[in-house]
Structure formats: C-alpha cells, structure tokens
C-alpha cells in the first residue's frame, strides 16, 4: 500500500501524514522504511494503522 493511500483512507493530506510519519522515523527505519519509499511493506502498514487507528477495507 502507497503512503498517499493510507494518508486519504486516514482523512488527511499527504504534507501532514508525512509529518506523522517522521515522528514514528525510527520504528519505520528498522522495518526497512525510508522517507522517500513511496510504498510500504506489510508490516508498517499494519503498524500504521494500528497506531493511527486508520481503518483499511478488506479487498
């Protein structure tokens, strides 16, 4: 899932989800996410979504 995607599931724009994102830096780091990976691995999408209570719709 692509960060962009996760920002508007989550209701915000992409500039403020990034900010979210850098304070969560280091925990993203050691699960292999850099700032500019544009998509994320399972595991920070599950962690993400966790932590910022984004709700994600079953295919």
């Known amino acids: ?3 962009s995607e996760l920002a508007r599931l989550a209701g915000v ?3 403020t989800f ?3 994102l850098a304070t969560r830096r280091p925990i ?3 699960m292999g996410v850099s ?3 544009q998509k994320l691995p399972p595991k ?3 962690y993400i979504s966790n ?3 984004i ?3 079953e295919k």
Do not use: E, F, G, N
Request: positive net charge.
């Open 1 to 3: 899932m692509y960060k």
């Open 13 to 15: 724009s992409p500039r």
């Open 28 to 30: 993203l780091s050691t």
């Open 55 to 57: 709700d994600i719709p």
């Open 44 to 46: 920070a999408v599950q």
């Open 51 to 53: 932590d910022y209570c």
């Open 35 to 37: 700032p500019k990976t």
């Open 18 to 20: 990034r900010r979210y």
